[in-house]
């Protein structure tokens, strides 16, 4: 019959790496068959629970407690092995490292203060007060440290982007600066494809796909996952595409992430397009219907962005930023009337990524639905062939009617600049749909001249219509009109490419290209590695603020202010 | 000042053609500003309004009711219009068609016994029951109508699928049989390429790009826009790849789809996998991580369907349905115990496709979400280095402490089959990973001989921990080891495919291969396209039963069962 005892410490700090250890060391004494060391959040309660390792004591224990259990073969061993667990904290810590560290980080930049980075991976509730004591002290910081809120976040981000530094992170895992890899990275041949990421494996995984096929990586920012969020805005993403703009090593850009708010999506989509170079976007698991505008490539797995990076990196042409003065600049929102409802739905797909807000009756996600189908606000997608529309009522490729009235209402919306109409020809549909629609858009033009129309003609040289005959009496009532989807949704990107605000979030690219020094706060291994890669760098021997204890630490804080 | 003036006329039906000819006739009549004639749905009403045409009385109109509208410059020409309804009727109606046609679909057998087809296009209150009586004539069904339940959709199609016979619909636009475009339709070449749709502006799109492109399509089979949702099963889906498996001139086959149910997806894709021709799957805005497993290729557009089916026909290699009798069968579900987020991420949005139900911490849709991350499910992939799992503990990249702890869980719970593991090499990361996880494997394995290990290994030959060395461990101890991550979803896809249960659907090939002769119930410009196209067809000049009024209707459907 076993026993499990167990103790709690309230409000005690260890770092994860002794506390690992410790557990270890537990497990290792005699006639112990299991043991754990951890702080008794709800998560490593039930961790516990599953190794049967969970007291009456230990659920009583608070998240800030540190909880010792052992389970061992009598009440006898497992009492003696709880006794000796200060007694392996005086064994362990020694240790650890036989170098001197200073303390703080203040003493930390005053031995090496040419550091201009700061690695911080101390648990996340003490990392925003580090971050922020690094940024006063002018250096980026790499924040590895997970548990950071996002508000946190937001206000170091935006200090830091004030101040011109970066701050990688929260929970960023990887990053390779000037040749030296942070937190999690692999050791790669140097080359020309720069890489932001919001993304710790995802950079890995790309990296050592790019090195393994024989090309290498000039810079490798990360983010942390939460930068294209709406609350962050990709205030970190964006300087780092600003960045590798202006490195002249880097020659083709590659942007991996998980889905972003569609908002921040649009942003990241057109600062990229300003870059003259190209530039592969891995919107993981974000659907998309292109694969190529302007000087972007959308690709879908991580082994494929390595690989579309070393094929444009080889070969190189100069993307040219088209010069778009002669297109037309919209007035306002696009408005899609759409008689085909598939095509409706392509169409968001592909505008999502750089139009926004955008509603739709046929939504790809719940935040596009357009509850009135009725009414269009921001951009709206309309697919008029949906069932409601077409109760006793002919479908919109054969009967005009509902299009024009709703043409009529849409363009004379001050709020609208562009009006999007697809035309399907074909057996089955309206025997001569331009001597209906053009007329309507004549009149429309009439009475507000900058009020652009988009016709995609769908159909074949074959068809009853006369294909030609519909495409030129669109062209001559003063619509642009298009047979290729794809080239249309180009079009419409560079129509709406200057209306989109531009962010300007400049870091001095010499200051960055100076070699690493770093100052390393938090995980040891972290330093050992920084060192392993002959780059300069210092260990702070941190601790926490009033020994851990959260009460203490408060007041502390309030007197600060 | 205009005054608008209304009439109701209950349970009166007019087909759609007729009440768009009556809605524009009224509109010519002198003084007649705007009219409008529609069945007075929700839907309609408000349209009404929207074109100032909505009275008092008009919104009292119900559902069933026939509404007509007209605003005129007085009173006296507003009532004069609306007396002049009757003879508009009157005379529209013969111009329609000069020749006679059977009233029933019944008569219309007895004048064209041979006709293997019927399309439908009354309204969708109406068209169940005529899809039902086709059916029983043995008679494939085009079923346009849309406003059909779902549940009638169900019934229809297993009716179907029992005799051998194809529903393509309700809401289904576009289909070609044997060189015959039904509903809306492109004309195209004939050619090597065969499609299945659920959408019909996408199979347009796609036929019409392939024709200009100088190729052409064998069949075009439309399934309707629900039938790969859970309910529907993807019963018409399936009979059509199994057709265009039988059919000797198709060489390429195209699916095309908005996203379908998750376990409809697997079911298809693992259908689409027997088949021994190439398959471009385009399922719209369905994410997906890869862009060719065995003979399926994934696409993003209808543009990209078109071209890469035209570049795969052209390039034809016979596909080989593989010998995977070499391969390790599963003996349950695969649980992914991931140490990079985006590793899992990017691992699940290849596994959607083919592995159902999936669950995980990192989902992609809500269905997916695992609520309890320490208790697999089903198919699931775990991110442990997620925020819930770290505080107080090492990443599980650098401590397997956590991820051997759940292994001995995963291969200790029957309903597993197959543990799927990341090992990320690299700076930061555990210095020998496959010293502490390979025994574990072993030990699994001798418990449980049938478990199956795969270990996927990110690093470079470069890396601190020798990966050559790290492949050889976890290879001896027994583990499928991969270095990509394609590869390695192809490995579990082929690994799983015997699993999934194959549908049968099948239909008799030759008797699909006869030409296409038609019965035309609804609009009578379908009929009018089919003629125009050379094949055979009769219309029915088709009525609603007790001329459309609702209540006699259901006494007399009950008085039939």
Chains 1, 2 share one sequence.
């Not at 600003?242 to 083709?252: A, N, S």
């Not at 694969?291 to 100069?318: G, T």
């Not at 930023?321 to 968001?348: D, M, Q």
């Amino acid at each position: 019959m076993t026993v499990t005892k167990s103790e709690i410490r309230p409000g005690a700090y260890f770092d994860s790496v002794l506390l690992m250890l410790l557990q270890r060391g537990l497990t290792e004494l005699p006639g112990v068959e299991d043991a754990g060391v951890v702080m008794a959040t709800p998560a490593n309660l039930a961790l516990l629970e599953e190794s049967n390792l969970l007291t009456k004591d230990g659920e009583a224990a608070k998240p800030d407690d540190l909880l010792i259990v052992v389970r061992a073969e009598d009440e006898l061993l497992a009492t003696e092995a709880l006794s000796q667990f200060d007694d392996l904290i005086k064994k362990r810590k020694p240790n650890m490292s036989t170098d001197f560290h200073p303390r703080s980080l203040a003493n930390a930049d005053k031995q090496l203060p040419e550091a201009n980075w700061v690695l911080i991976s101390v648990p996340g509730r003490y990392a925003a007060e580090v971050a922020h004591q690094s940024l006063d002290l002018g250096k980026n910081v790499f924040l590895y440290s997970d548990n950071v809120s996002i508000q946190h976040e937001l206000e170091l981000k935006t200090k830091a982007q004030k101040m011109g530094l970066l701050v990688m992170g929260p929970d960023c895992g990887t990053a390779i600066i000037n040749g030296v890899g942070l937190g999690f990275a692999n050791h790669v041949q140097k080359g020309k494809i720069g890489i932001v990421g919001a993304s710790g494996t995802g950079l890995q995984a790309i990296t050592s796909h790019i090195h393994n096929l024989g090309a290498g990586v000039s810079q490798v920012i990360g983010t942390g996952g939460r930068d294209l969020k709406s609350e962050i805005k990709g205030i970190t993403s964006l300087q780092g595409l600003d960045l590798l703009k202006q490195d002249v090593e880097t020659e083709v850009i590659i942007l991996v992430s998980k889905p972003p708010a569609p908002e921040i999506a649009t942003k990241i989509i057109s600062n990229a397009q300003k870059i003259n170079k190209p530039v592969v976007v891995n919107f993981i698991g974000y659907p998309s219907a292109g694969k190529n505008i302007d000087n972007l490539y959308f690709v879908s797995s991580l082994e494929e962005a390595a690989e579309m990076a070393i094929s444009l990196s080889k070969n190189l042409k100069k993307e040219n930023i088209t010069n778009k003065n002669n297109y037309p600049k919209p007035k306002g929102y696009l408005r899609g009337l759409f008689s085909g409802g598939t095509l409706a739905y392509e169409t968001l797909l592909s505008m999502q990524s750089f139009l926004s807000p955008i509603y739709s009756n046929v939504p790809i996600n719940k935040e596009q639905y357009l509850a009135d189908p009725l009414e269009s606000k921001g951009h709206t997608i309309i697919d008029l062939g949906e069932d409601v529309f077409t109760v006793g009522r002919l479908h919109p490729m054969m009967d005009n009617d509902l299009r024009l009235r709703r043409l009529k209402k849409e363009s004379e919306d001050p709020e609208v600049g562009v009006i999007l109409l697809d035309v399907v020809l074909g057996e089955g549909s309206h025997p001569n749909p331009s001597e209906e629609i053009s007329p309507a858009i004549l009149e429309a033009k009439k009475l507000r001249p900058e009020l652009e129309f988009i016709v995609l003609i769908i159909g074949t040289d074959i068809d009853p219509q006369d294909k030609e005959k519909q495409i030129s009496e669109f062209e001559q009532s003063g619509a642009f009109v298009f047979t290729f989807s794809s080239k249309m949704i180009e079009f419409i990107n560079d129509m709406y490419q200057d209306a989109i605000h531009q962010e300007s979030a400049s870091i001095n690219i010499d200051d960055f290209m100076a070699p690493l020094v770093a100052i390393n706060v938090g995980l040891e291994s972290f330093y050992q590695s920084i060192i392993s890669q002959e780059a300069t760098a210092i260990h702070v021997d941190w601790r926490p603020p009033a020994g851990g204890n959260e009460k203490l630490m408060s007041l502390l804080d309030k007197m600060r202010t």
